[in-house]
């Protein structure tokens, strides 16, 4: 009996995965172990991993073993890990941040594996080895360290000119200035398409994968005319899209995420500046000063 159970289960789990690739293009499968506990944590772990047509994650609560399934021309199993650590789920590959583990439900707090160095809290005799072991410890933070640092320093290389077109297209907008909108927005398209997501970091990794797609389609459309009024309209949602980003990315100086509560009929509309003083980008000259900064991203 337990053997024709077996064989069911086998067939059921063949089917599964002959259906997911028949949903997914350029399909890769692999096993990983992510570490939990119960049905819920199920459920956080295959919602973070999943793509729609893209990725695949079914987490097995018994077992522990992830069988991941994506098009590998889009993703791979390093973003896929990084979306489910940052819900609270650790990997062999990625330990996830502590504030998301202590963010999960009591029951969905598993043990955690030793990943990290553990400091003892009583001080006590050491001898020369150990005082070796300890110092090739600290020397492996510091390169930890270094590493995140060189992360960051590499989104912030990467994302400057992305911001930097943002602001020149707003300008462009303020002086009412369609052809100059266009071509700072072809501008904007180059840096876009440059942006190397696996190379950011990853919370800000995560935030790309969302806005990608509207920026460069939002950004394309705005170089493909000179027509300001349009020009206006589309720049109004990918305003939106840089604010998010520029959110978790940060940029150089302070920058003002500002409101003009005439534009889109009434229903207002936000752009961002480096500058506090409002130029009003939907309105130009007609309404320069309409406007007000609601929120200072540090």
Not at 46 to 66: H, I, P, R, S, Y
Not at 99 to 109: D, E, H, I, R, T
Not at 262 to 273: I, Q
Request: proline share 2%.
């Amino acid at each position: 009996m337990n053997s024709i159970k077996k064989i069911v289960m086998a067939i059921i789990v063949l089917l599964s995965v002959t259906m997911v690739d028949a949903q997914i293009k350029n399909a890769k499968t692999e096993m990983v172990k992510i570490y939990g506990n119960c049905g819920m944590c199920k459920t956080t772990i295959e919602k973070a991993g999943n793509l729609k047509k893209v990725a695949q994650v079914d987490w097995n609560k018994d077992t522990k073993m992830a069988m991941l399934t994506y098009d590998s021309q889009k993703t791979n199993q390093e973003e896929i890990l990084k979306r489910i650590a940052l819900a609270g789920y650790d990997s062999n590959s990625f330990l996830a941040p502590e504030a998301a583990y202590n963010n999960l439900s009591g029951c969905c707090q598993y043990d955690r594996e030793a990943k990290v160095a553990v400091s003892e809290t009583k001080t006590q005799p050491i001898d020369g080895e150990q005082r070796m072991q300890m110092g090739a410890m600290t020397n492996h933070e510091d390169h930890e360290n270094s590493g995140i640092l060189k992360q960051e320093k590499t989104t912030n290389n990467q994302l400057k000119p992305v911001f930097d077109n943002y602001f020149l297209l707003k300008d462009a907008l303020v002086k009412t200035d369609g052809k100059a909108a266009s071509s700072i927005a072809k501008n904007l398209l180059v840096s876009l398409n440059s942006v190397k997501m696996n190379e950011l970091a990853m919370d800000v990794h995560l935030v790309w994968m969302e806005v990608m797609t509207d920026l460069i389609a939002g950004t394309k459309n705005i170089s493909e005319t000179q027509d300001i009024k349009k020009q206006r309209t589309l720049f109004m949602s990918l305003s939106k899209k840089i604010h998010d980003l520029i959110k978790v990315a940060k940029y150089e100086t302070p920058v003002f995420y500002q409101f003009c509560p005439m534009f889109n009929d009434g229903k207002g509309a936000n752009w961002l500046s480096k500058e506090d003083s409002i130029k009003n980008p939907y309105y130009g000259s007609q309404m320069l000063g309409c406007g007000k900064t609601v929120e200072t991203i540090k």
